[in-house]
């Protein structure tokens, strides 16, 4: 049975940071794109950054720069490091695997497998 969980969600103040992390099993990931995605409250579930099979990195422009996504594949871990934290990035967070192209890798019908996601909420 393949299962993604999130864990590392919270509450955080403007400009902190937060490092979420998503435990893989049931399958071998290694070839799959491993995604990060977030769905706020009356929004569509939108792109966050994606690792590629072999190492290739994808970022949404509004996280550029403040989040890292880092990848185990010895421990078929996936990691988020949010810094710079705005009220905008409250969200439940999501973690995702499938095997988009490298033009579908922001689009969230791509991913055939998904986590049950993780809050987190951005405020003072």
């Known amino acids: 049975q393949v299962r993604l969980v999130e864990s590392g969600g919270g509450l955080v103040q403007p400009g902190g940071s937060l490092r979420l992390s998503c435990a893989a099993s049931g399958r071998t990931f290694n070839f799959y794109v491993m995604g990060w995605f977030r769905q706020a409250p009356g929004k569509e579930r939108e792109f966050v950054a994606a690792y590629g099979s072999t190492g290739n990195l994808y970022y949404a422009a509004s996280v550029k720069g403040r989040f890292t996504i880092s990848r185990d594949h010895a421990k078929n871990m996936v990691y988020l490091q949010m810094n710079s934290l705005k009220p905008e990035d409250t969200a439940v967070y999501y973690c995702?695997?499938?095997?988009?192209?490298?033009?579908?890798?922001?689009?969230?019908?791509?991913?055939?497998?998904w986590g049950q996601g993780t809050q987190v909420t951005v405020s003072s």
């Open positions: 995702a695997a499938g095997l988009p192209t490298q033009s579908r890798v922001t689009s969230a019908n791509d991913y055939s497998y």
